[in-house]
Structures are given as structure tokens and as C-alpha cells.
């Protein structure tokens, strides 16, 4: 199949006001008859069902968190990108768009990124009026921080909670939609696998998750906001809860899957205290803002922090990139703390931790400037760890916090399954190989809000629907499918939980999936993936029954698909021979360990094509053009 | 540390329920107390007995699924946390811990320790929003807010929507929760023009799912993790007078 990203002709600065002009209309009046199911609450889902709905399609929401407000979003800490240019520091949409395809280390595509930025500034716009509290100055104006892979301060934040305020705000726009009765919204049902009808997206499948019944949902067109899968390495900055299960059903159904190697280390984030662990917390990066990392010089130095003299401390990336400092982009700063700690530099019971220290900002400005900016995320680590963070320095060590990849999706963010959309963080755009700091939120809100509801319109507009209902035979299969599939997880009692694979699981992805990787272990990885499958197939124990709430079985299924995409991870990682982002091939880097790509070879998107269960998938590429930000090596020295 | 744990088991929401007794040994001072019942529940599954059923995801206190009455206390012992965010260092090492579900009547239990709590949400849906459309709306900067404004709207939009406040009033009542949500927006500027409607309405569906009333106990404030104030109660109370009046 010849992808094609359907990128609008034309100079990059009108793409997309031209295709907004050049896109059919459905006529208002029309707009009822056409029903829209969106899948997820997140801020992508949100925003998207409740703009669909203002604009009078019918809206079908739902997801397995009991309210809309629980998604994962609601998480997010540190802020929110727009190029507004308040702070009067040079900012533009150029700029952006130029930090985020540098940022992405040159795998992103340039079309999308300049949209992305010119909706950021609108998103801010929308949500003060929904009444989010951003963080304003004493003139009462809103305030920016500056965030890592940029040096102008374009970050929009309410404290350290701008997830929360950003999806309540989507949240209440979705509930002012439910109270008019255009969105019908179902709390608690799990997707589980999308019905394609004459090769249009129809609807899903779902799991109710109190009752356990498998229920069927019709609409015209389907739209996936079902966040990243970065719990495929078990443990990981998300929610518990996230997981990868709807777009690997996707998948399997015939939607491509872009670059799923590449995922994001986060670097600031609370070092594993022991096996029980079943998370881990970030520290927002707004902290390198005023926190400064460092390592004692002395190998194994056992010194308390405060012991150790100013002289005989690291402040390695301020020493290894003077102009960037504490702020180079999440790849740098955790593939550098990694090896530092490699190296045996670095600090804490297992070596495995750097410090953050903010006795300098204190000494600058004060313990309450501090509080502040900051107070909750150093609550939660006094809390964590019973350590007071304005006393001691943190400790702070990489984790798996985002993915980059997801569902492949042409310029209309539609997959390679004509009606199925997908949006946020479950679709492979606008970052590359490599996110940088609050654009995650950015881009979910910009599909939703903004580009989403546009493009749908010319979808319906321009497409024919054969009037269908769940007793269709194509809805009856996949329901029949579905039910079978929750009876083999039940049936195979063996002795193994579905969260001890899913620990074995993550070892091997965190091992040689991870930060570094290199041929070997790949190789090896990929073996290992597929054996622990059919251990599981063999081995697994579910406790419970299918016909109530049991978390078991959610969690089962769950990592069921996790050890099927855990291999794609690895997969497209061994193909892909260059270092790029938070891609780490370690054969392929630079004299001084920077990330070295190969344009000449790899400068494409990876869609990969489902093939069969055990089956090799089928390699589809999408070239990258380049025609405005020049392909150079990322310096942030 | 080794634990005694009386945990409430109820099957769904026709069941009568009842506490079944578990002993715990060699949990780490650091683990969560969700992180405990993991361990517990891992152990149960593999013995092929159901595991205990409890809501939770983010683990860091911001998702408000997490919720459980640790020894008679919404969010268990210590203030401003939620659940999630409780430790077993905070306990007695050998110490009998009893775990139940919130107990109220809009919350009707679903399994173990998960309860229904879209009663909230419901109230939501009754004007917890300002009505603007996706674009069309003025510039971020053109309506200046007072920092002390926005800092007081931030602090009642910090709710989690957990729902501690209903499960310890003696009332039930969920007057902090939605005295937050009236609160912020009636500070607002943005949120003028359905201030009373909002109250009305908002006042009228918590009536409506059986949620009982304020009677200055303040038990809310004292479990609420995110510390919502009970001055937030007291704005309630005026914005809803001054809605009827006028
Ligand atoms: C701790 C943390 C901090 C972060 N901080 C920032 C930040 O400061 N700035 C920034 O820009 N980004 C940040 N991010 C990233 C950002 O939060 C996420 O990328 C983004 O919120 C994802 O939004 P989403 O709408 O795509 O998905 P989510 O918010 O993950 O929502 C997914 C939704 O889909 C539903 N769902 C999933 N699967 C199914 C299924 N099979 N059936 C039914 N429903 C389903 C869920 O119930 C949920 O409603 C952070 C991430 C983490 C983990
Ligand atoms: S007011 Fe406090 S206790 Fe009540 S729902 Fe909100 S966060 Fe929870
Ligand atoms: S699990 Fe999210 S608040 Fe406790």
C-alpha cells in the first residue's frame, strides 16, 4: 500500500488555512445525522467529542476510567507551549515550529509541526476562557517558565498541576455538551476492538467493565484518543491503567503503526526504591529551570551532599553544554545521567541517581519563591521519599515517561483505516524522534480543539454510509471475536499473574529496549518477547470471572497486547541504524556521544503493517522532506 | 513490617458485605499502601482466590480515583494526601489496619472497596463550566486577573473530585466539592454571566442524588487531600443566596 500523508500543496505558512478552504462542508443542518464515536477523555478526547458536539454532530464518548476527569492528562505538571510571545523574548510560530522538528532530531513532519504551532496560540486563548487558572504575574497578565530544548520562556502553567487545569477545563466543556444531551457519554467500558465495514471504521467493540458484558457501538466514524503505551516497560511515569490496547486492536485490524521505537526517557524523575514498586514519579522539568544537576568527581564518593565542597562536584551538563546548561532537551539529559552513572559517578544506595539541587535558587531568591513555583512537586517528593528536598538536593534518575510513536495518520490525522481517526498521544505526529517539554499537552488539545473537528467534516462530507446496526454480521464477528478472546485469558489457568509477565515484560524492554540499544540485545529481545508470549498463553493466571468488575482480567488483556507491540518496539528499533532523539543505537553515535543520524538512509516514518499473530510485520516507509528547517546536526552545546 | 488487615469485601451492590481478615508480612516502610495491597492481591490471585478490588491509576494523588477509609479516616491517617499517596512508614509495625469503602448513599458500592461516585460528574453536567465554543474568544492577555484572584481560583480548582469530603462528613453532604467548583469560576471574571445559574443548578442536582446537608462539622476540610478550604462552603452558601434573592 503507497502511503500517502495527503501534506497540502503550497508555501508552509498557508497549508492548512488553504486545505481549511479547500475541505467540503457538511452543511449545519446535516450535521445531526452523522454520529461520531470518540474513545477516550483525555485532554485530546475531550476537547475533540465536545467540539464535534458544539458544531452538532452526534457524539458517542467514552472510556474504562469512571469520569472523563480521571484520564491520564489530569497528571501532566509542568505546562503548556505557545509561541504568544508575551514574555517579549523573540518568540514566534517560526520558532516553534523550528525548536520542535530540531527537537525532534529531524523525524517529524514539517507540515504538521507548523500547524501544530499556529493552533497553539488559540488553545491558550480557549482555555482561559473555559476558566482555567493559569499562573499570572503581579500586573495580573499570564505568566510563562521556560522549558527544556528552548531558550525563550513559551510555557503556560498553573502551578504544578496544568495537566489537571487543562483537562478540567476540556472536562467541563464535555459536560456542558452531556448536559445538553449531544454527547452520550459511558464511564467504565474498555474498547476492545474497532468493527471495519466495507473499509470504513464503524464502530467498537467494548468491554463494560462492571458487568462484564461485551457491548457493540455504530457511528460513521471512529476517533482513537487513547494515550501512549509507554507502560509496555512496565514501569513508567503513566498511570497505571494506561496501556496500548486500543491502537494494537487498531493495528491488527489494518492501521499502520508509526516509528513505535521511539519513546521518551524522561529525566527527572524519583529513582526505583524497591521490587514492589508499581510506578514511577516524575519531577516536572520546569525544576531544571532553577534546579542544577550534579555528581560528586569522586568515583563512589559516599559524602552526604552537603559534605561535598563546591569544587569537588559535576555540574556535568553544565560543563558539557554551556549555552543550554540544565535545559538541553529530555533525550541529552537522561542518555548523559545514564552514563554518568554508568561510569560509576552516581549517587544514592544503587549508584543509579544524579542530584538536583536548588540550594542555589534558594541562596538567589528565597525558600518561599521557591514554594511557590514548586511547593507541590517538593511536597511529593518529601512524601515519596522522606527526604526534604529544600534541605538535601534530590535524587533524580531517567524513566520511560512518553511515547512518540502510535497510529500512523496522514495530514488529517486519519489512519491507514478510512473513518478512523486518531489523536493525541495514541498517534505517531508531530514530535519525531524525540518530544520536547510541554508539547505533549499542546498537540492534544490543537487535534482536538482545532484540526480534528475540521478534518472529519470533509470525511463525512465526502463519503457514502450504508445504514448499519449492531446485529450486522461484520459487528456480530468481532463481538464474537472479542467474547472468545476474554474466555482463552480465563480459561488458561496457570500459575502466573498477568502483572508478574508484565514485570518480566518490562525487565527485558527496560534492559535492552531501553536508553542504549545496540544489535545484540535487540536480537535478543525479540526472542525473549515471544517466548514470554507463549509462557503467558500457557502460564497465565486470571482469579475471578469475566462477568463483573475484575481488574485481573482488565490487566490481563492489557499486557496480552503489550507483549505483542513490546515486540514491534524492539523490531523497529533493530531496523533502524542510526541514533536519532530518544532512539540510542549505540554503535551509531558521535565521537563525543551524541546522537548521530543517518538522513542519507532513515530520514522516513517506519509504518509498520500488522501480517498475522507470529508473523513478521510488513515495513512501509513515508519519506521526510525537509524544504524549511536545514537538516544539521543538533548542537545544544 | 508485618500488618493485620481487615478489609471489606462486598461482591456488588445487592451483596450485604463483611470484612475478611489477611496477614501481611515483610512489606518495605516505603511502599504505598496501594503498593500493600498489591502485594496482597498478587498473593490472593495466585492462591486463585478474588483479589480485593479498589480503584486507583495515577498513584500520585491527582486523578482522584484512589479512595479508601483507612481506620475510620477518608485517605487513611495524615493530612492533605490522598490514598495513593500514603505510606506504610506512617503505621505501626505489627498494627491491625481497617480498609472500607467510602460510605454513602450517591456513592453506591460497586465491588470491595470501588464505588460509584458519577453522581459527582452528574453534578457537573448541572453548570460546572462556562459556556464558550471552541474559537471565537478574545485574546488570553485581554482580561487581566489579579494574581491574588487567580491564586484563590487555583486553590479551589486543585480539587480532585475524590470525594473524601462526602465519604467523612456524618451528613454525607457534598458541599466542599461543589462549593470548590462554584467557587472558582464565581472568582473568575469569565465566570460571571451564569454565576447564578450555575449555583442554582449545581445546588439543585447534589439535592437531587441525596446528598446531605452542611451542618459545620468540617470534617471535609480536615480529610480533603488537596486541602480544598471550607471558606469555599461559605461562598457556596452566598453565591446560592444571592442567586435565589435576585
Ligand atoms: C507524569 C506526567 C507528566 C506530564 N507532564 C506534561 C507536561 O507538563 N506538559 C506536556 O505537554 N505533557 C506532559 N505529559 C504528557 C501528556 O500528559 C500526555 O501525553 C497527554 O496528556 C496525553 O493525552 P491524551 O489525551 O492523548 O491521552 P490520555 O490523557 O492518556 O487519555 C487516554 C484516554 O483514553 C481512555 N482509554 C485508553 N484506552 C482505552 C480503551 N481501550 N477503551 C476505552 N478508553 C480507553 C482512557 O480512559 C483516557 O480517558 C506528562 C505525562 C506524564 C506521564
Ligand atoms: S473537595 Fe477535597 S475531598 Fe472533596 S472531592 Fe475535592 S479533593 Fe476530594
Ligand atoms: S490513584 Fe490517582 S489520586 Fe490516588
Known sequence: MKLDSKIPEGLIEKKWSNHRFQMKLVNPANKRKYSVIVVGTGLAGASAAATLAELGYRVISMCYHESPRRAHSIAAQGGINAPKNYANDGDSIWRLFYDTVKGGDYRAREANVYRLAEVSNNIIDQCVAQGVPFARDYAGYLDNRSFGGAQVSRTFYARGQTGQQLLLGAYSALCRQIDAGTVKFYPRREMLDVVVLDNQARGVIVRNLVTG???SYVADAVVLATGGYANAFYLSTNAKASNCTAIWRAYKRGAFFGNPCFTQIHPTCIPQGGEYQSKLTLMSESLRNDGRIWVPKMKGDTRRPDEIPESERDYYLERLYPSFGNLVPRD????????????????????????????????????????????????MYHEITSVDPYKTPMRIYPAVH????????DY????????????????????????LGASALMQGLADGYFILPYTIGDYLATSKFKPVNTDHSAFLEVHRNISEHVKNLMSVNGKRTAEEFHRSLGKIMWDMVGMGRNKTGLKKAIGMISDLRDEFWKDLKVAGTENDLNNELEKAGRVADFLELGELIARDALHR?????????????TSEGEALRNDGKFAYVAAWEYAGYNKSPKLNKEPLKFEYVKLTQRSYK | MNFTLKIWRQKNKNDK??????????VSPDASFLEMLDILNEGLAKKGEEPVAFDHDCREGICGSCGIVIDGRAH????????????????????????????AKPFPVIKDLVVDRTSFDRIMYAGGYISTKTGGVPDGNAIPIPKPVAEEAMDAAACIGCGACVAACPNSSAMLFVGAKVSQLALLPQGQVERKERALRMVEQMDAE???NCSNTFACEAECPKEISVAHIARLNREFIRAKVT
Open chain 1, 213 to 215: 458484558e461485551v457491548e
Open chain 1, 332 to 379: 541529552v539529559a537522561s542518555r548523559r545521567a545514564k552514563e554518568i552513572c554508568d561510569k560509576g559517578f552516581g549517587v544514592g544506595t544503587t549508584g543509579l541517581a544524579v542530584y538536583l539541587d536548588f540550594s542555589d535558587a534558594i541562596r538567589r531568591n528565597s525558600k518561599e519563591w521557591i514554594e511557590e513555583k514548586y511547593g507541590n512537586l517538593f511536597d
Open chain 1, 402 to 409: 512518553y511515547t512518540m510513536g502510535g497510529l500512523w495518520v
Open chain 1, 412 to 435: 488529517n490525522l486519519m489512519s491507514t483505516i478510512p473513518g478512523l481517526y486518531v489523536i493525541g498521544e495514541a498517534n505517531f505526529s508531530d514530535h519525531g524522534a524525540n518530544r
Open chain 1, 577 to 589: 541504524e542510526e541514533s536519532c532523539g530518544g532512539h540510542f543505537r549505540e554503535e551509531y553515535q
Open chain 2, 17 to 26: 458485605g463483611r470484612f475478611a481478615s489477611y496477614e501481611i508480612r515483610d
Open chain 2, 76 to 103: 487513611g491517617p495524615g493530612r492533605g494526601i490522598a490514598t495513593c499517596e500514603l505510606r506504610m512508614r506512617s503505621f505501626r509495625d505489627g498494627a491491625t489496619i481497617v480498609a472500607e469503602p467510602w460510605r
Open chain 2, 210 to 212: 441525596g446528598f446531605g
